[in-house]
């Protein structure tokens, strides 16, 4: 059933009863959902008109900057619109859409141009482009004499909308490097990554959750090689190398542990979340190997934002690789990249593949993962992990060097657009009345009615978690409810707030099940 709603002066609204998808928990009814619709279209009244629509975006993004025009265009927006010809390669939108464009100050009089690109990460491998298109295109305006553009970034703060740990709150990104089987060069991975991030201008910090054999203190040489603590606030102290934070078992004064899983799960949740980690861009957790309960409870009790894999040319590693890769896709850990290490070496003109080829790119195909990166066996990359400085700290212009480059360059590109994703996943757009959901990694777009969202809850205080009874009735929501607020809660669901209190997490797995009701196509100008 397809009913057309129009609004006067409005866009056009196409409402659609969509019975392809498979019907979860209690039904809307039809009929309610339409009158309560029909309610909502008819209270609207808006023309938009390109002009407008330009104006209203000119003014709210130069933050109330004068209003003087320049040929019947505000400078503002003249500025705005220079800028809007900028692109961002990892959103594919302009640097003003994405809200880039801060403290926009216009002196029409003077042909002075100020302005701050906030990007959303200090380590942005493009911020240098940026800076000089941004210059380029302003001062190429006639009656501009004068740019200034500053650059910075989006303070620290984490995805997940829970409550974390305290040490845990100002971290914008948390990377697992994996490999589910030891001996394949995962902290050679791990230590050189964080140091390439490091220099390319984040703030970093490397945790090394192997209890049962740490390598950090073999591979870094801090000055301080002990853990303190803050006896006030009985938190830890990381110590520090070349301007990275470091935590590690093997800091702690106690070598290597000996003692059974819960206990090391315990001392690698108080290690993690009692770290006065303070603000950092990304936080690289070198795992240990395996997939049991370590791996388990670091993906549960942290936001992981995505995932590393390690391997390396045997058919045996693929076999362990591919049980992590399982694991992270079922805790909806997106993996970003595969670097596999000892590929081949190079003697007497020729080049040579001891261990054989083709795990890292099976890896790849079969699991989808987008990137693939070789090491090479090289005796350096090896010395520099027993000497105490990473390879891309001793040799930064080497082979090894120009490898970790560029996979720092993707994990970096790869989280924003994960953040980017999450973050715009599931929005309520209050013009319509409706939940709209895009989630990551797929092209579909679709509407919710909010009555339907809270009414398919299936928590504990809707249905009996024992009799499977549902508790919530239909009639105890009404159809006009709206949601407060929406967080993200991770990579796999949101947290939604409604107006009698609840707090609702609606993985997208659940949204995807429920009945679409709403199609609202783009604006068009009255």
């Known amino acids: 059933m397809t009913q057309l709603l129009q609004a006067p002066s409005s866009p056009t609204l196409t409402f659609h009863h969509c019975t392809s998808q498979p019907k979860s928990g209690l039904y809307v009814a039809e009929k309610s959902f339409l009158q309560s619709t029909q309610r909502h279209v008819r209270s609207l009244n808006i023309s938009y008109t390109y002009s407008s629509l330009s104006s209203f975006t000119a003014k709210a993004a130069s933050n109330g900057a004068c209003a003087s025009t320049v040929s ?90 829970g409550q974390l740990p305290a040490g845990l709150q100002t971290i914008s990104n948390i990377i697992a490097v994996s490999s589910c089987k030891g001996g394949v060069g995962k902290s050679t991975v791990a230590v050189n990554l964080a140091y390439t991030l490091a220099d390319m201008g984040a703030r970093v910090g490397i945790f090394d959750a192997d209890v049962y054999g740490p390598s950090l203190p073999t591979m870094v040489s801090p000055e301080n090689r002990i853990l303190e603590m803050n006896a006030e606030k009985r938190t830890i102290i990381p110590t520090e190398y070349m301007g990275v934070k470091l935590v590690s078992f093997g800091f702690a004064g106690q070598g290597r542990a000996i003692m059974r899983g819960p206990m090391v799960s315990g001392v690698i949740n108080q290690l993690l979340t009692t770290t006065e980690w303070g603000e950092l861009d990304y936080l690289v957790i070198d795992m240990p190997p395996g997939t049991g309960d370590i791996q388990l409870t670091l993906c549960q009790v942290v936001p992981l934002t995505a995932a590393v894999i390690v391997t390396t040319p045997q058919k045996l590693a693929f076999i362990d690789v591919a049980k992590g890769v399982r694991m992270f896709s079922k805790l909806k ?68 060097s120009r490898t970790f480059q560029e996979l720092g360059v993707c994990v970096v590109q ?35 009615h909010p009555a339907t969202v809270r009414r398919n809850d299936r928590s504990a205080q809707s249905v009996d978690e024992w009799t499977g009874e549902q508790k919530l009735q239909y009639s105890d929501i009404p159809d006009d409810i709206e949601p407060e607020e929406i967080r993200p809660l991770g990579n796999y669901a949101v947290e939604i707030t409604w107006p009698d209190g609840f707090n609702q997490i609606a993985p997208y797995d659940q949204l995807q099940m429920m009945e679409r009701l709403v199609e609202v196509p783009q604006l068009t100008p009255a």
Request: with cysteine.
């Open 72 to 161: 019947g265009q505000t400078a503002e927006s003249e500025v705005l619109k220079a800028l809007s010809q900028i692109i961002d390669p990892d959103f594919g939108t302009d640097i003003v859409s994405c809200g880039f464009v801060k403290d926009l100050l216009v002196d029409e009089s003077l042909g002075e141009v100020s302005f701050r690109l906030e990007l959303t990460t200090p380590a942005c491998p493009i911020k240098d482009m940026f800076e000089q298109k941004a210059n380029e295109v302003v001062a190429a305006l006639p009656w501009v004499k004068k740019v200034n553009v500053t650059m910075s970034a989006q303070p620290a703060k984490p995805m997940y909308a």
């Open 333 to 400: 850990v997106p993996c970003v990249a595969v670097v596999e290490n000892m590929c081949h070496f190079d003697a007497d003109g020729k080049r040579y593949y001891p261990f054989g080829r083709g795990s890292g790119s099976q890896v790849v195909q079969q699991f989808g993962i987008p990137h693939l990166f070789d090491l090479p066996i090289q005796p350096t990359l090896s010395a520099s992990g027993d000497s105490g400085m990473p390879e891309v700290v001793a040799d930064p212009q080497g082979e090894v």
């Open 414 to 448: 790869q989280c924003a657009k994960i953040r980017q994703q999450v973050s715009t996943a599931v929005s309520y757009d209050r013009s319509i009345k409706a939940i709209k959901v895009k989630v990551p990694d797929s092209d579909e777009e679709f509407y919710l």
